[in-house]
């Protein structure tokens, strides 16, 4: 009879066991306040203009959305809020949030920011990886440009060469001091350079161990037959396939796109397919996870579970080097703490910067929070169990 779990996301007792009585407040106010998508778009519009006024509204910022969901606006706040994760046995992706500034100095400045974060991390045992965005090192337009397989000219190719060695030093610098470095999926549209780069790294540096990780966003239906050739690559190559498993980020810009220029539509039909690829990824990555290393990124309650159910059944130690968990900073907090407890290998993704320059991540997250359907209705619940549980 195989083994079952005991495991449940409804525990806000230790759910939220890292959040004070105040903290619980402030988050339901703020879940509240995102619950109203008039709201989110209002503050999508005036905040940016507010900010390139110079008007005084950052204070308002860092005291509500920004500490909801951010880490800090530099590595040393990041630092601590890293800590205080740490004490519940939740880990840290450190993910400096700056959106792509475009120019070359910007590429190059960008550089040892990430290194610092890797020197941080190596003395941090709570802080196992750092992810990064091959746009915040190479211009789209450049990108955009080899992706659809046009020739390059010769500055251009200079210029490409220099995007490789700004990654290369970073993965470099992430292996010498064994942390994972995440490589995150962009549009689909400049997604081959980034596959490509990932995984020329992979071979590289997952000889022995994983250090980089491919994203696969599994709301696109060619991913998972593309995470499957990976992994043969991987294996004819003679290197370990790191999988960074994640729904996706981009649905209404790819389909907008593909519509406007007429071609189909790289999206699933629908949200049952996405959870269907997503959960056959997880089960082919469980499979196959002496040989591979999977990162369930994710605040899907039921492919969480399963990920986790999967390695309970192989009777591997929950906490098995080959497999992490992860969510946001600020959200699924019943996943996150609930996995930690039952002693899985969890992290938050902590993104840190400046309040302007994390903005647009902000936004993002606000918009996308208002528009997956019941994710608001779902965090208020939990909160406001809790509270009532604290008669607060």
């Given at each position: 009879m195989e083994k079952q779990l005991s495991i449940s996301f409804e525990n806000t007792a230790i759910?939220?066991?890292?959040?004070?009585?105040?903290?619980?407040?402030?988050?339901?106010?703020?879940?509240?306040?995102?619950?109203?998508?008039?709201?989110?778009?209002?503050?999508?519009?005036?905040?940016?203009l507010a900010l390139k006024l110079g008007l005084p509204i950052k204070g308002l910022i860092r005291n509500t959305i920004f500490s909801q969901f951010c880490g800090g606006e530099n590595l040393q706040e990041a630092a601590q809020a890293a800590t205080l994760l740490g004490k519940f046995h939740v880990g840290v992706v450190l993910d400096y949030g700056v959106e792509a500034m475009e120019g070359e100095e910007n590429y190059d400045h960008a550089v040892p920011e990430f290194i610092?974060?890797?020197?941080?991390?190596?003395?941090?045992?709570?802080?196992?990886?750092?992810?990064?965005?091959?746009?915040?090192?190479?211009?789209?337009?450049?990108?955009?440009?080899?992706?659809?397989?046009?020739?390059?000219?010769?500055?251009e190719v200079a210029e490409y060469g220099r995007v490789r060695n700004r990654i290369q030093s970073i993965a470099a610098a992430a292996a010498k001091h064994k942390i994972g470095l995440l490589i995150d999926a962009e549009e689909s549209w400049i997604q081959q350079p980034v596959d490509d780069l990932a995984g020329e790294l992979m071979a590289q540096f997952n000889q022995q161990q994983v250090i980089v990780y491919n994203t696969f966003q599994m709301y696109r239906h060619d991913r998972l037959a593309f995470l499957k050739k990976s992994f043969e690559k991987a294996q004819q190559q003679g290197y370990l396939l790191g999988a960074k498993l994640v729904r996706g980020a981009y649905m209404e810009k790819e389909r907008k796109r593909a519509e406007e220029m007429g071609y189909p539509s790289p999206i699933q039909p629908n949200k049952e397919a996405t959870d269907r690829d997503y959960d056959a990824a997880v089960r082919f990555c469980m499979e196959r996870v002496d040989k591979l290393a999977v990162f369930v990124g994710t605040h899907n309650e039921q492919s969480s579970m399963l990920a986790a159910n999967l390695l309970h059944q192989q009777e591997l130690p929950h906490d098995y080097s080959h497999v992490s968990f992860s969510q946001l900073l600020g959200m699924s907090d019943n996943i996150t703490f609930n996995l930690a407890h039952a002693g899985y290998h969890v992290s938050k993704y902590l993104p840190y910067g400046p309040v302007k320059d994390?903005?647009?991540?902000?936004?993002?997250r606000a918009q996308e929070n208002t528009s997956i359907s019941g994710q608001v209705g779902r965090e208020l619940g939990l909160i406001r169990r809790e509270r009532k549980r604290r008669g607060i």
């Open positions: 759910a939220f066991e890292s959040k004070t009585d105040k903290a619980l407040k402030k988050a339901d106010f703020l879940f509240s306040s995102i619950g109203k998508p008039w709201l989110v778009k209002l503050g999508a519009t005036v905040t940016p610092r974060a890797i020197e941080y991390a190596a003395g941090n045992h709570n802080i196992p990886f750092i992810a990064i965005k091959v746009t915040g090192f190479a211009r789209f337009s450049l990108l955009e440009k080899i992706h659809s397989g046009e020739t390059l000219t010769q500055e994390v903005m647009p991540y902000l936004l993002r």
